[in-house]
């Protein structure tokens, strides 16, 4: 059975995006929040049709996909290929303590946003080639006509730009636990039919981060 549908869900709240800090690889749990948001969204997609979901391994990508799981009845395949861009040394640091102690560096990152890699870390375009290679992998071996895939804004950011060629992903904002979904249509292009969804959380507050200053958080 080939995919036709395609959940990109960013985890929930953890107490490093409430204090601004760039989580990259760091691994940081959701907090109660957190675990509210992704509880909520089990909910909401439960008719949806979800057979299988796929997850970085990373601590706040786990906790939300095995909620969602226990809800839908169904399992989690993890795979580090998910996970958030490496931030390096400025992993744990502020965007202000970024700006503060690293001008240099912060400006090659704003000028050079796809090719500079962070001391210690990778660059988006690294992300890119390591996402896309789990992406081609599981459209290979996924029985199911709807999945869900739990991962990281930077991550997420750079399927879409491959996927989805008319969009720009990168100017685009992507809230805790939100929902972004591609179809394939009878061409086999993917197409972007939902775009930070937060509509099951219903008024529940949520962060949200876009752009280039703030994406790998």
């Not at 107490?15 to 601004?20: A, H, L, M, V």
């Not at 949806?48 to 997850?55: E, F, K, R």
């Not at 400025?90 to 912060?106: E, V």
Request: glycine share 6%; with cysteine.
């Amino acid at each position: 059975m080939k995919v036709k549908r395609v959940m990109f869900i960013r985890p929930g709240e953890t107490d490093w995006n409430r204090s601004n800090r760039w989580q990259g690889q760091v691994e940081i749990p959701l907090n109660e929040h957190g675990r509210q948001q992704a509880e909520r969204l089990a909910m909401f997609i439960q008719p949806l049709g979800i057979q299988t979901i796929y997850s970085s391994d990373l601590c706040r990508a786990k906790d939300t996909a095995e909620i969602l799981a226990s809800t839908l009845q169904t399992h989690v395949m993890f795979d580090k290929r998910l996970r958030e861009r490496h931030m390096g040394e400025w992993q744990g640091l502020t965007l202000q303590d970024i700006k503060s102690w690293y001008p240099d560096q912060y400006t090659n990152l704003r000028e050079n946003p796809f090719t500079y890699q962070i001391e210690g870390g990778e660059s988006r375009q690294q992300v890119m080639s390591r996402v896309r290679a789990c992406f081609t992998d599981i459209m290979a071996r996924s029985s199911s006509e709807t999945i869900g895939i739990v991962s990281h804004t930077t991550a997420i950011m750079t399927i879409l730009y491959d996927l989805v060629p008319d969009s720009n992903p990168f100017d685009m904002e992507f809230s805790n636990i939100s929902v972004t979904t591609v179809v394939c249509d009878e061409n086999d292009n993917w197409q972007l039919s939902q775009l930070n969804d937060v509509s099951h959380l219903d008024g529940m507050p949520t962060l949200t981060l876009g752009g280039v200053t703030d994406y790998d958080m």
